[in-house]
């Protein structure tokens, strides 16, 4: 399997559970035949311990700050790197044998030779049971994107630009909605926003902390359209085709899967460059854009006329 398609397989698989994972073991990695940190030398005796001590440990009360929450949140630790494989399977009993699999090769039942030899002769028809696998969670991702895209266009408050682009506009600028300065592909602008998969999972935010600041050459082509239909200081709901978006291939961190749509609550604060439209900006000492308030004109004091 190539490395880029095992990334969509995990990818899709935390997707389809509504979780978020920070990164993810690849397919081919959990297939590899090559283990470096690999005890070759697995004592039996240590499996056999190991074994019956998982057994009782696993009905043992964890007591919080212990040496064992500590050992506990380890294992959480490995397995967020590994990301939810449950939409892989499709019953219980694969799942336990999953898990199995998983246990006994940490434990040490099972070898690094045996390892090897199993991988040598199923790994080939598990990656194929992957993939197929896979291809049915990102139809079902697909699907619902889709479905969400189609609500949203027949809302009567929306537009959708000819790209498939859809605006939900929310709040209006200082100067009324559609009036105010406009952001081009060539702009810098400075924003808010909240991203969500059609699922509502979160996968980026700049809400609870500072506006971003980032030039809209360089960003994906459904935001760069998306905006540049919205004023300063507007608020508006975008919703992106994964066409627009990320595609097939999704991000390779597993965030946003492939064949995703992608929803953004986006508030415009400024247009830093290259903006278009809009009356004149005067700034005072302090670099600051001075509020309305008698034309922008300062009196013998200092303060704003009017």
């Known amino acids: 399997m ?12 935390a997707a389809a559970s509504s979780l978020s994972t920070t990164t993810a073991f690849t397919t081919s990695q959990l297939l590899s035949t090559q283990h470096p940190t690999q005890n070759n030398n697995a004592s039996p005796l240590f499996a056999q311990e190991a074994s019956k ?9 964890i007591e919080k700050g212990s040496h064992d929450e500590l050992m506990y949140t380890l294992g959480v630790n490995l397995a967020r790197q590994l990301g939810d494989v449950r939409p892989l399977v499709e019953n219980s ?6 898990a199995r699999g998983l246990l006994d090769s940490v434990v040490g039942k099972i070898d690094d030779e045996d390892q090897r030899d199993l991988l040598g002769r199923r790994g080939e028809e598990l990656n194929k049971i992957i993939v197929e696998r896979a291809k049915k969670i990102q139809q079902k991702i697909e699907k619902a994107g889709a479905a969400m895209l189609k609500e949203m266009s027949e809302n009567p408050e929306t537009a959708t630009l000819e790209s ?10 200082p100067d009324g909605y559609g009036k105010g300065v406009k952001p081009t592909a060539a ?3 400075k924003v808010h926003y909240h991203g969500t998969l059609p699922d509502g999972t979160v996968f980026d935010s700049s809400l609870g902390g500072d506006p971003v600041s980032f030039p809209l050459g360089g960003v994906i082509p459904g935001w760069r359209e998306g ?6 200081g507007e608020t508006a709901m975008l919703g992106i085709p994964s066409k627009l978006g990320y595609g097939e291939a999704g991000t390779p961190d597993g965030r946003i899967p492939g064949g995703a749509a992608l929803f953004f609550k986006i508030q415009l604060l400024e247009v830093l460059s290259a903006g278009i439209g809009g009356g004149p900006k005067l700034y005072g000492a302090d670099g600051e854009v001075m509020q309305k308030g008698g034309g922008g004109l300062l009196g ?7």
């Open 2 to 13: 190539r490395q880029s398609q095992s990334r969509v397989v995990l990818a899709l698989a």
């Open 300 to 306: 013998a004091d200092g303060k704003p006329l009017g």
């Open 164 to 173: 498939g682009v859809i605006i939900h506009p929310l709040e209006a600028g």
């Open 93 to 98: 009993e694969e799942l336990t044998q999953l």
């Open 187 to 189: 702009s810098t602008v």
């Open 53 to 61: 001590s998982s057994q009782l440990l696993a009905t043992k009360p």
């Open 227 to 232: 905006l540049q239909h919205m004023c300063e």
